[in-house]
């Protein structure tokens, strides 16, 4: 079933204003702080140092998938990944209700002649990656606080060890292909379910035997997420010059709470990571979470700024791969996904083609 444009508009409008109204809440409900904050002098080379930790960790995240994509496709060039990364955080932080950035980025590798399942098997390992990141460091954070810690930190450190368990033996699962195995014929049709399982076979095939590499992409997944942990503190320190808790506790708190803007809300699940932020960072009496998650935001807004400036830059040659990413998108939605990109335009960004073709 196709997206219909009125009703996806509908959805799209009714999500922004959730996300506004929790921001607005969040806002209220912190008024008196936000005027308190607000009627002192900031430190901005702090703020300042802090958007630039952001942005370095940023731009670092983009060299995971860069490895990702140069396992199915040798020629694929560090400057695309780095570009189509800044493409992609713009449309996942600051245009609501259009396709995604991983979708953007796929886009790209389809028209690089690339097969779709193996394209869409990069972002998903990528994004997966990335959690899994997430999980680790609050996990580990967590066991170097544990004898300092409260009953309720504490449980919050083992639901972090379980989330990384599941997706651990879920990644397991998917590189030994143990489900299509026992059940092969789960692969024949093309409903959704199949569609998924193929995208998983596809991620399996092309990437069990760099299981080195994997690990390795986790652990360079955790320090970047470490650097995002260092800027929040920053920006929290600059926010709260007194009562702030140490850096260490924030490895802990930051990742759990950057979970949360995975959850689809538009602009990075606005309001919504603001509330958790201010309930989590309760557990550790921090002054203000809520609007420590506001300030570190503003931080992700700089970067999606200047990640627009790339994005119009090049928006001659972005715009076809849009169109490109919507199709994907309904593919996808359909349950349909056609394995060849050949029925897709050439692409208007100069790449390479693959090295088997002539």
């Keep these: 079933m196709k997206k219909h444009p009125v009703r996806a508009l509908l959805v799209n409008a009714a999500l922004v204003a959730l996300a506004f109204g929790l921001l607005g809440l969040v806002i209220w409900k912190n008024r008196g702080q936000i005027h308190e904050i607000f009627g002192r002098k900031l430190d901005l080379r702090l703020i300042a140092l802090a958007f630039a930790v952001y942005f370095t960790s940023l731009s670092l995240t983009f060299l995971r998938w860069y490895w990702l994509v140069r396992v199915i496709e040798p020629t694929f060039k560090l400057r695309h990944a780095t570009l189509l990364g800044y493409i992609g955080n713009v449309f996942n932080l600051v245009i609501p209700g259009a396709v995604g950035g991983d979708l953007i980025k796929a886009a790209y590798l389809i028209r690089m002649r690339i097969n779709k399942t193996q394209a869409i098997a990069s972002m998903v390992l990528d994004r997966i990656l990335g959690l899994l990141g997430l999980f680790l460091l609050a996990g580990v954070a967590g066991v170097v606080a544990w004898p300092m810690a409260t009953v309720e930190v504490r449980r919050l450190v083992v639901i972090?060890?379980?989330?990384?368990?599941?997706?651990a033996l879920g990644?397991?699962?998917?590189?030994?292909?143990a489900l299509t195995r026992r059940f092969p014929g789960l692969l024949s049709g093309h409903g959704r379910i199949s569609m998924i399982l193929n995208e998983?076979?596809?991620?399996?095939?092309?990437?069990?035997?760099?299981?080195?590499?994997i690990l390795g992409a986790l652990l360079y997944s955790a320090g970047c997420h470490s650097l995002f942990v260092t800027a929040f503190y920053m920006v929290s320190r600059a926010l709260f010059p007194?009562?702030?808790?140490?850096?260490?506790?924030?490895?802990?708190?930051?990742?759990?709470?950057?979970?949360?803007t995975a959850v689809p809300l538009p602009f990075g699940a606005l309001g919504l990571t603001e509330e958790v932020?201010?309930?989590?960072?309760?557990?550790?009496?921090?002054?203000?979470?809520a609007l420590?998650?506001?300030?570190?935001?503003?931080?992700?807004y700089a970067g999606a700024l200047v990640s627009a400036c790339v994005y119009l830059a090049n928006f001659a040659q972005v715009r076809g791969l849009t169109d490109t990413a919507e199709h994907l998108e309904e593919e996808l939605?359909?349950?349909?996904?056609?394995?060849?990109?050949?029925?897709?335009?050439d692409d208007a960004l100069p790449v390479q083609p693959r090295a088997?073709?002539?």
């Design 160 to 167: 972090a060890w379980v989330l990384f368990a599941a997706g």
């Design 171 to 177: 990644l397991t699962a998917v590189f030994t292909q």
């Design 333 to 345: 939605i359909e349950g349909d996904l056609e394995p060849s990109g050949s029925d897709l335009q």
């Design 356 to 358: 088997d073709q002539p």
């Design 200 to 213: 998983l076979r596809a991620m399996s095939t092309t990437y069990r035997s760099r299981i080195g590499g």
């Design 242 to 260: 007194t009562h702030l808790p140490s850096l260490g506790p924030h490895f802990l708190m930051v990742p759990l709470i950057l979970f949360t």
């Design 292 to 300: 420590a998650m506001i300030g570190f935001r503003v931080l992700m």
């Design 277 to 289: 932020s201010d309930q989590l960072f309760k557990l550790i009496d921090h002054p203000g979470g």
